[in-house]
Each structure stands twice: as C-alpha cells, then as structure tokens.
Nanobody, 118 residues
C-alpha cells in the first residue's frame, strides 16, 4: 500500500474550476493505477477517473468527460485532477485512491471537500 494525501478542494461557483492534488508516498509500482472517487451526501461513493502510473493512459466516468483532466507528475509523485466547468452536481468529498492493477482499490486518502454553488 501507499500513503495518499489530497489537497485543493474548496468552494467554487458553477462554471468555475478547481485543481485537486494527490501526493503519493511509499512504493509506486509500474502496475499502479491511481484514481479519484467522490461521495456526495446521502449517496454511495462513485468512480470519477483513473490513470495508469507508468503509461499515463486515462479513463473517465461519462459525467466528467470533457470537463475533468487527470495527469500525474512521476518526479513529484503527485497526481492532479483539473476540474473545469464545475456543476452543483459535482459537489462531493473527493478521494484519491490507488491499486495494483488488476486488484481492487485498497489505498485511500482522507478526502477533500469540493462544493459547487449555483
């Protein structure tokens, strides 16, 4: 497992942007996937996006395609989620996660709150 620490959440108006960061410590294997999940009040945690640590290929849930961009800086051991054109429905606690593909997601950050006002 690795240790994950998120930052960058906050309050923004609809249409605005935020960038979340996830700092990774510990071993980062070439087969690692890093990802973001979110949980809105009263709802289950849902997958948002993921990136392969080595190859950098990405995958997004449909609701954020074209608005969110995932990237990573291997030298800084940090993953970023650039969120543009934010909507009130994006309001949630966002969690950074990691796994050794194809295992399940088993490392989690503490979460960072994103609130989008209308």
């Amino acid at each position: 497992q690795v240790e994950l620490v998120e930052s960058g959440g906050g309050l923004v108006q609809a249409g605005g942007s935020l960038r979340l960061s996830c700092a990774v410590s510990g071993r980062t294997f070439t087969a690692y996937h890093m990802g973001w999940f979110r949980q809105a009040p009263g709802k289950e945690r849902e997958f948002v996006a993921r990136i392969s640590w080595n190859g950098g290929d990405t995958y997004y849930t449909n609701s954020v395609k074209g608005r969110f961009t995932l990237s990573r800086d291997k030298a800084k051991n940090t993953m970023y989620l650039q969120m543009n054109s934010l909507k009130p429905d994006d309001t949630a606690v966002y969690y950074c996660a990691a796994r050794v593909f194809p295992e399940s997601w088993n490392s989690w950050g503490q979460g960072t709150q994103v609130t989008v006002s209308s």
